[in-house]
C-alpha cells in the first residue's frame, strides 16, 4: 500500500463495534498496514460508549450493520451468542438499523453522508418508511445478489428543512 501524504488532509477516523474481539482484530490490522496512529477504537453498542465530545463532529459515517432477520429460535427463547450479534438484526432485520438511525443523528454534522448495507431478506418496506420519518433521504447507490439475497449499499443524507 503507497502512502501519500497530504499535509491539507488530516482526518479524525473512529471504529467501534460491539465486540472485543472485533475491535482487536482491527487494532492489529491497523497496526500491521501502518494505520495505527490514524485510528481511534471504541467498544460500544452503537454509539452509547461514544464521548460527548463527538457530537456533531461526524462528515461521513460508514456501517456495516447485522442486517438479517433473527433465526426462529432466537426469537422464541433468548439464547443467542456473542458472535450473534455480528449477523442479527432483530426479528424483521431492521432493528439494530433503526436504533442506528435515530442515535446517529447526535453524531452527525448536517450535511452528512451516512453509508450502511441493508438485505432484501429484511423488511425494507418498513425500514424506507422509517428513514423518512427520521427525516433522511436514501439514494440507494449498489444492489448484488449473493446467494440468498440482495446486498444493498445505501447513501443517506439529512433533508433539508
Not at 474481539?21 to 500491521?32: G, H, P, R, V, W
Amino acid at each position: 500500500m503507497i502512502k501519500v501524504n497530504n499535509p491539507n488532509f488530516n482526518p479524525k477516523i473512529f471504529a467501534s463495534d460491539i465486540l472485543e474481539e472485533s475491535i482487536k482484530c482491527a487494532q492489529l490490522n491497523a497496526n500491521t498496514h501502518n494505520f495505527d496512529n490514524t485510528l481511534n477504537f471504541i467498544i460500544s453498542d452503537l454509539f452509547k460508549s461514544f464521548p460527548k465530545y463527538l457530537k456533531q463532529l461526524f462528515d461521513i459515517v460508514i456501517f456495516n450493520p447485522p442486517y438479517l432477520p433473527s433465526l426462529q429460535k432466537f426469537t422464541e427463547s433468548n439464547n443467542k451468542t456473542r458472535s450473534d450479534v455480528s449477523w442479527d438484526g432483530g426479528p424483521k432485520g431492521i432493528e439494530v438499523i433503526m436504533r442506528f438511525l435515530c442515535e446517529v443523528k447526535d453524531f452527525v454534522k448536517k450535511d452528512a453522508y451516512i453509508y450502511f448495507i441493508s438485505s432484501s431478506k429484511s423488511d425494507l418496506t418498513q425500514l424506507n418508511e422509517y428513514i423518512k420519518k427520521l427525516g433522511f433521504k436514501n439514494e440507494i447507490l449498489a444492489k448484488k445478489h449473493i446467494f440468498f439475497e440482495d446486498i444493498i449499499l445505501n447513501k443517506l443524507e439529512i433533508e433539508a428543512t
